[in-house]
């Protein structure tokens, strides 16, 4: 938290003993899974990841996920080149949003999807704050049976590595 407060200039750096003044040497990656379709699904695990994947590594025609109006993870389905992604594919990546949300507890959660290329950060914002447009809203219930069946499909880092 330090780092990226220091990061936004919030607070002043600071050289703390045994880091030498150098970023850490890796830094993490979202969750991957695959769909029962076979796409892949991204899931950010902060803020930052959630910036990284939606901003740098997300290709315009893949699809973005999130709860609507609640904190949580940012979920991407890697279209490749494929034209159109399944329904089911869609709605195991809103089980995710919601399952990685703050309404994981909830029935009925609410989850907008749209396209990467109608997602935008506005000037100035914090990392993971997105704005978006062009969306539909899905209705899912992270029941625990389906998140657990998704998560079983895990990529392994060099699936995940390749790829993107």
Known sequence: MRRELEAQGFLARTNRRGTGGKRRATESEPHAFRSSDGFVIRVGRNNVQNDRLTFRKADKRDLWLHVKDAPGSHVVIERGQADEIPERTIEEAATLAAYFSRMRDS??????VT???HVWKPNGARPGFALY??????FVTPER???ESIMSRTLARRETSDSR
Not at 107 to 112: C, F, I, S, T, W
Not at 133 to 138: E, G, P
């Open 145 to 147: 049976s389906l998140v």
């Open 133 to 138: 447009d062009h969306q539909r809203t899905l």
């Open 115 to 117: 396209e990467v290329r």
């Open 107 to 112: 029935a009925n959660v609410p989850v907008d």
